[in-house]
């Protein structure tokens, strides 16, 4: 398979594991109910670390991923922060933050990308698949990147999100109406995409006409281009009329037998009259719950960036700390990723989580169902509590929200032989502002009309964007969006588990955080629940072995002979290993020592792990 190559490739290929593992830390007064590291999440810190922080957790175990990354167009103003031990790498630092005359913004993008989607693709489950938003930037290149990464045959789709409710008018060249919604699986061979529910106007198309007993029924087309060698033969219709065979070029579509079957079930339209050319019913009652999911979602159908904006103005405007997002993606858009790529107890990640629609989407398709989803959302920003978790906790709790909404009464684009009938435009304007009872001073003629109009709006405004003229109706209102409900923990990243501080006792991690990392090191996977039974020192099970950790937070335990793995200790593991509520594996042990040799190890079915503390116990 052809490779991407970018400067800084060698550098980046393996820098996931170089970085350091830092704890979540909760901040229980920033969440919204009781913190739980096991249900929703907003962390703030850098999101490769972040994401290296969920590994011990949540690896294998993410449903879905939604992410959308900086488009690199020039003017966002994204820094290459990585701490990559490189010169090249640390000259680019000095030309933060990345913009159009950086002849490297390429280069930097795919630097940043690499090390986040291999993490990302560590995360997802068996199951799982990614969705990531861009535009032409970089889509073109983030594609081989993510067949590098998951692999060409994982794939799915490219799906193009019309994002724009009207043209760009200011445009050099073509009005840019849409961007990119790449999607790719862990493994397409078992993905399973879930069915769009069908839309009022798609069940509106089937009907009842005969009083079929087996309910409304939609035409299908009798007759194909396929050839199909029992596809030619005559049909006689009810009222006698002879069809010789299929229109010229076609063929039917069934063989004659099944015709008449078809016939004898009336499953066939003639027509009121019985005339007309042959179609096969299709039940309701019988076709598929849903319909498959299309390439091309329409701005009507997952929101614009027009309505994003507005969204989230009405959800902050009223008392916020922070100015609102600039580029925010719809709620509906990643609603529709949820409702084709997850379940109704899906986790789903956002690691660029921005203004937070990620988990307003999660928040409102369990609210809408009734289902379990969960969130983690990553936001590195300085607006990661006054934006993103603030946003969160409005679409749980409510919000008051007092803003103006606009309806747009005109709209007409300009051009030299309307600019010379000004005034016809203007009388335009006046008509609409007299039918709503808000005539402009000194319009005379039609003042008549406005004393008996009924007022919509508080005042209209006219103005003339992208060529376009727009008659607006403003009105100021004033609700309560009621709260979806649910809770979240608000994290930030501890200090980095440092094998020289813990070497010299300067900084103990606690039993916990030491032993989610230490057990997804060994074995790959995510910390799972602590049995309720569980004895001292037990981590976890993996997959062929349980997990033990024999250690405390102080330096006085760590040098004294109960740390060590002693005989009677062994015998403890091995007995509990035995019992019949846990499977017959073999046990693995970190501990700071051993009072028991190999053989004895073995005999009980142990692995023992050195901890690093055993190099200072005499110190």
Not at 262 to 270: G, L, P, Q, S, T
Not at 311 to 326: D, K, M, P, R, Y
Not at 371 to 399: C, H, K, M, P, Q
Not at 416 to 429: F, N, R, S
Request: proline share 6%.
């Amino acid at each position: 398979m052809p490779e991407i190559v970018f400067k800084g490739k060698e550098y980046v290929y393996n820098h996931h594991l170089t970085v350091p593992y830092r704890p979540l830390v909760v901040h229980a007064d920033k969440g919204v109910g009781a913190p739980d590291l096991a249900g929703n999440l907003v962390i703030h810190g850098d999101n490769l670390a972040a994401l290296k922080s969920l590994l011990p957790r949540y690896a294998g175990k993410v449903d879905l991923v939604f992410i959308d990354p900086p488009y690199n167009t020039g003017n966002e103003g994204w820094c290459y922060s990585d701490r990559v031990n490189s010169p090249i790498m640390k000259e680019w630092l000095s030309t933060n933050p990345v913009d159009a005359d950086d002849l490297l913004r390429h280069d930097k993008w795919l630097c940043m990308m690499w090390p986040r989607l291999t993490l990302l693709r560590e995360l997802l489950s068996d199951s799982g698949s990614i969705w990531m938003t861009l535009d032409d930037n970089e889509v073109h290149r983030a594609r081989m990147v993510m067949d590098e990464v998951f692999g060409e045959e994982n794939f799915i789709s490219n799906c193009i999100w019309h994002k724009m409710d009207s043209p760009k008018n200011t445009a050099q060249h073509f009005s840019v109406d849409h961007d990119y919604v790449l999607v790719y699986a862990k493994h397409a061979a078992g993905w399973e995409l879930n069915l769009l529910p069908r839309t009022e106007g798609m069940l509106a198309r089937y009907q009842n006409p005969d009083n079929d007993p087996r309910g409304p029924w939609l035409l299908s087309d009798l007759d194909a281009r396929n050839v199909y060698s029992k596809g030619l033969y005559p049909i006689t219709t009810p009222s006698g009329r002879v069809i010789t065979g299929p229109p010229k070029g076609k063929y039917w579509r069934i063989s004659e037998e099944k015709f008449r079957e078809y016939v004898a079930d009336n499953r066939i339209w003639w027509g009121s009259d019985g005339s007309a050319a042959p179609n096969i019913k299709r039940f309701l009652c019988e076709v598929k719950d849903g319909v498959v999911p299309q390439t091309i979602w329409r701005w009507e159908d997952v929101g614009s960036t027009r309505n994003a904006k507005t969204e989230l103005l009405n959800i902050l405007a009223a008392g916020s700390e922070h100015e609102v997002f600039v580029t925010p993606k719809p709620v509906a858009l990643i609603e529709r990723a949820l409702a084709i790529g997850a379940g109704r107890d899906a986790l789903v990640l956002d690691s660029f989580a921005g203004s937070g629609t990620t988990a307003h989407a999660v928040l409102k398709a369990n609210a809408k169902d009734g289902g379990s989803r969960r969130f983690i959302l990553v936001e590195g920003e300085d607006y990661a509590d006054t934006l993103t978790a603030e946003r969160v906790r409005r679409a749980i709790n409510g919000y008051a929200w007092v803003g103006t909404q606009r309806e747009t009464l005109l709209e007409q684009k300009i051009t030299l032989t309307q600019l010379k009938k000004a005034d016809t435009l203007l009388k335009q304007i006046d008509a609409i502002k007299a039918r709503e009872g808000l005539l402009a001073e000194g319009a005379g003629d039609l003042a008549d009309q406005a004393s008996t109009a009924v007022r919509r709006f508080d005042r209209i405004e006219a103005k003339v964007d992208d060529g376009v003229l727009r008659v607006e109706g403003l009105r100021k209102l004033s609700e309560r969006a009621p709260g979806l409900g649910g809770s979240f923990a608000y994290c930030t990243l501890g200090e980095p588990l440092s094998l020289e501080k813990m070497l010299s006792g300067e900084r103990l991690p606690a039993w916990g955080e030491l032993g989610e990392w230490l057990f997804h090191t060994a074995t790959g996977g995510a910390l799972p629940p602590r049995p309720a039974d569980a004895p001292e020192w037990y981590l976890g099970r993996a997959q062929d072995r349980h997990v033990w950790l024999v250690y405390r937070d102080e330096l006085a335990f760590l040098k004294s002979p109960q740390a060590a793995l002693t005989l009677s200790l062994a015998e403890r593991m091995a007995a509990w290993g035995r019992s019949a509520t846990q499977p017959p594996l073999r046990h693995l042990v970190f501990a700071p020592a051993k009072y028991l040799s190999n053989r004895q190890l073995q005999a009980l079915g142990l692995d023992f792990a050195a901890l690093p503390f055993a190099l200072y116990r005499e110190g």
